[in-house]
């Protein structure tokens, strides 16, 4: 089974700062990696698919990058409504998808 | 607009039985594969199972193999889950999620809470 090893855990940031999130795969998922942000009793949302593409509707402040084993999530500039959880999810051979163990975003 | 409703949810006693329904509208049903995640509480997500758009292809996760049966019922726009002998760890919210690419889910439901406790 492929492993996803996503960082932080949590993280406290200002509104304004660059956030960046990474997660890591066991294996080569060439662009397979897909993030989502979960606000609390919400259901997850799309942000970011194949690594680096955009959902449509989602803000640009939002962007991925990576392939193979290493991914990096990034807020280029955190506002007040980014406050949530967020997961990387990697598509694959059984199990199909595998989500890392999630980044709670706080505001300091 | 896709809208994903999910419904069935409720306690029930550990080895007891729970359907779950989730009724889909907004985009062609039988067109797409569809599937359950499900997150216990306060922990993170875990894909549950996938069903094809014709149901010809099923998957599961080893931690419900043997256990859970995912179906859909295309005139009905429906996708179900039937959970037989059930433990307390799979109490969590579930959601029925599209993933108009197989790759990712762009849709989910707001979700339906199963407690497993007696």
């Known amino acids: 089974d492929i492993q996803m090893t996503q960082s932080p855990s949590s993280l406290s940031a200002s509104v304004g700062d660059r956030v960046t999130i990474t997660c890591q795969a066991s294996q080569d998922i060439s662009n397979y990696l897909n993030w989502y942000q979960q606000k609390p009793g919400k259901a997850p949302k799309l942000l970011i698919y194949d690594a680096s593409n955009l959902e449509t509707g989602v803000p640009s402040r939002f962007s991925g990058s990576g392939s193979g084993t290493d991914f990096t999530f990034t807020i280029s500039s955190l506002q007040p409504e980014d406050i949530a959880t967020y997961y990387c999810?990697?598509?694959?051979?059984?199990?199909?998808?595998?989500f890392g163990q999630g980044t709670k975003l706080e505001i300091k | 607009e896709v809208q994903l409703v999910e419904s069935g949810g409720g306690l029930v006693q550990p080895g007891g039985s729970l359907r779950l329904s989730c009724a889909a509208s907004g985009f062609t049903f039988s067109s797409y594969s569809m599937n359950w995640v499900r997150q216990a509480p306060g922990k993170g997500l875990e894909w549950v199972s996938y069903i094809s758009s014709s149901s010809s292809t099923i998957y599961y996760a080893d931690s419900v193999k043997g256990r859970f049966t995912i179906s859909r019922d295309n005139a009905k726009n429906s996708l179900y889950l039937q959970m037989n002998s059930l433990r307390d760890e799979d109490t969590a919210v579930y959601y029925c999620?599209?993933?108009?690419?197989?790759?990712?889910?762009?849709?989910w439901g707001q979700g339906t809470l199963v407690t497993v406790s007696s």
């Open positions: 999620a599209l993933g108009r690419v197989v790759y990712y889910f762009d849709y």
């Open positions: 999810q990697q598509y694959d051979n059984l199990p199909l998808y595998t």
